[in-house]
């Protein structure tokens, strides 16, 4: 699975931007894809995550309330609407994709859920 994502840009503070990630792969509905993001000098961490089928999404405290993760499997697209934005949303995004062949519930939070990574995304929000 090769991934790509799309979508980021400059908005201020209370904007809304969507993001995509697009997925090449016939697989693609058989993945669990969750976005994370990278903050200058921090750790990558999670946002949000669709299961394979769209059936469970989790997110993050930080967002919950704010962005929304959906997915059109015949589309082989995943995307992250973002709603009020902040200036702590600022970020590189990246989407990932991994199959839990052990548990039908998986932690999707977690980066070792995800196998294959694409380019991110840069997100900024002015205040």
């Known amino acids: 699975v090769q991934l790509q994502a799309s979508g980021g840009g400059l908005v201020q503070a209370g904007g809304s931007l969507r993001l995509s990630c697009a997925a090449s792969g016939r697989t693609f509905s058989s993945y669990n894809v969750g976005w994370f993001r990278q903050a200058p000098g921090k750790e990558r961490e999670f946002v949000a995550a669709?299961?394979?089928?769209?059936?469970?999404?989790s997110y993050a405290d930080s967002v919950k309330d704010r962005f929304t993760i959906s997915r059109q499997n015949f589309k082989n697209m995943v995307y992250l609407e973002m709603n009020s934005l902040k200036p702590e949303d600022t970020a590189v995004y990246y989407c990932?994709?991994?199959?839990?062949?052990?548990?039908?519930?998986?932690?999707?939070?977690?980066?070792?859920?995800?196998?294959?990574w694409g380019r991110g995304t840069q997100v900024t929000v002015s205040s």
């Open positions: 990932g994709a991994g199959i839990n062949y052990h548990t039908d519930s998986p932690d999707l939070s977690q980066r070792t859920e995800y196998d294959y």
């Open positions: 669709v299961n394979w089928d769209g059936g469970r999404t």
